[in-house]
C-alpha cells in the first residue's frame, strides 16, 4: 500500500514538474517572442528615418588616398561601417584645441593663433576632398537641411561639419565668414579650456575663471550679423554656464546646446547642465536645441 501511495506521490510530481516546466518554457518562449517583435519594430524605425551621429572628430592623416574613410579604418566611423550600421549623416568635428600657456608661450598670440587656423584648415579641406575627390558616389557634403534629406534619399552618405573650439579663429572676427563658407555649419565658442573668445567649464574645477563667462571678442562673435544672417547656430559646448547664458542674452538665431549631460545623473561632467539648458533654450523666442549625451 505504502508502495502505490509513494509511486502516486512520484507521478504527481512528475506531472507538476512538467507543468513547471512547460510554463517556464512558454514564459520563454513569450518572452524572446516579444523581445524580436521589440527589435524589428526598432529596425522598422531605424530604416524609416535619418540617423545621424552629431560629433565625428577626424584627422586629416585618414583623409588622403593611401588612408580614407572608404576603408574599413580603425576609427569610430567610415563608411563601411556607416553603410553597415545604417548610419545615414556624421558630422565630421573641425575641433583644434589651444595649447596651455604655461607650456607653450605663444598659445594666445597670432603665432599661436595661426598654427591653429592653418590646423583647422586642414580638417577642412579633408573633409571636401572626401566628399568631392575620394567618394563622391558615397557620400557628399550638406550645406543645409534640405541637403540632408536629399542626399540620404540618393542612397548616399551625408557629411556635416561642425567646429568644436573657436580658439582656431584668433582674433580675426572675419574668419567667422570664412569658416562658414568652409562649410562649417555651427561652432562652439570655448572646449577643454578658457580661450580668447569664452571661459570654459573647466574652470568650475578651481573656480577660476578668465572672463565671467564671454570675452569682449567672444560678444562680437555672437552678435556679428555675419553669424546670424549665415544662418550658422552657436553651439554652447564646453563653454561655462555664464557664457553659455551669455551667448543667449546676445544671439539673435537659435542656439544649439551641444554634448550635454544632465549634472545630477553625471557631476564629474561640467561639459553643461541638460536641465539648465533646457530652460534657457524654452527662454529664446526661436526656439532651439539641446543634445544630450
Same mark, same amino acid.
Given at each position: 500500500?505504502?508502495? /502505490? ?112 587656423? /592653418? ?37 548616399? /552618405? ?15 572676427? /572675419? ?119
Amino acid at each position: 500500500m505504502q508502495e /502505490k501511495i509513494n509511486c502516486l506521490g512520484r507521478i504527481t510530481s512528475l506531472l507538476l514538474l512538467g507543468v513547471v516546466g512547460a510554463t517556464a518554457l512558454g514564459g520563454l518562449a513569450a518572452a524572446s517572442q516579444a523581445e524580436q517583435d521589440l527589435t524589428a519594430r526598432a529596425r522598422a524605425i531605424h530604416e524609416r528615418v535619418i540617423t545621424l551621429d552629431t560629433h565625428n572628430d577626424i584627422e586629416p592623416s585618414n583623409f588622403t588616398r593611401a588612408c580614407n574613410y572608404t576603408m574599413n579604418l580603425t576609427t569610430q566611423v567610415s563608411l563601411p561601417k556607416m553603410k553597415a550600421g545604417g548610419l545615414d549623416v556624421s558630422f565630421m568635428v573641425v575641433y583644434v584645441g589651444q595649447s596651455n600657456p604655461p607650456q607653450v608661450a605663444d598659445a594666445f598670440r597670432p603665432s599661436g593663433y595661426e598654427r591653429a587656423y /592653418k590646423a583647422a584648415v586642414a580638417k577642412f579641406d579633408a573633409i571636401h576632398y572626401l566628399t568631392k575627390e575620394i567618394a563622391p558616389n558615397d557620400i557628399e557634403l550638406s550645406l543645409t537641411a534640405a541637403d540632408v534629406t536629399r542626399i540620404a534619399k540618393s542612397g548616399k /552618405k551625408v557629411a556635416v561639419i561642425g567646429i568644436e573650439n573657436g580658439y582656431p579663429l584668433g582674433t580675426d572676427i /572675419k574668419r567667422v565668414k570664412e569658416f562658414w563658407d568652409r562649410g562649417g555649419r555651427y561652432m562652439s565658442l570655448a572646449h577643454n579650456g578658457h580661450n580668447q573668445l569664452s571661459d570654459s567649464n573647466t574652470g568650475e574645477a578651481n573656480n577660476q575663471w578668465s572672463w565671467g563667462g564671454l570675452s569682449p571678442l567672444g560678444r562680437q562673435v555672437i552678435e556679428d550679423e555675419q553669424v546670424g544672417n549665415h544662418g550658422r547656430r552657436v553651439a554652447p559646448v564646453e563653454g561655462s554656464d555664464d557664457a553659455d547664458g551669455r551667448s543667449l542674452e546676445g544671439a539673435s538665431h537659435r542656439v544649439a546646446f551641444g554634448r550635454s549631460q544632465i549634472r545630477e545623473r553625471q557631476p564629474q561632467y561640467g561639459r553643461r547642465d541638460a536641465d539648465g539648458g533646457e530652460d534657457e533654450r524654452r527662454r529664446h523666442p526661436d526656439g532651439g536645441l539641446v543634445r544630450v549625451r
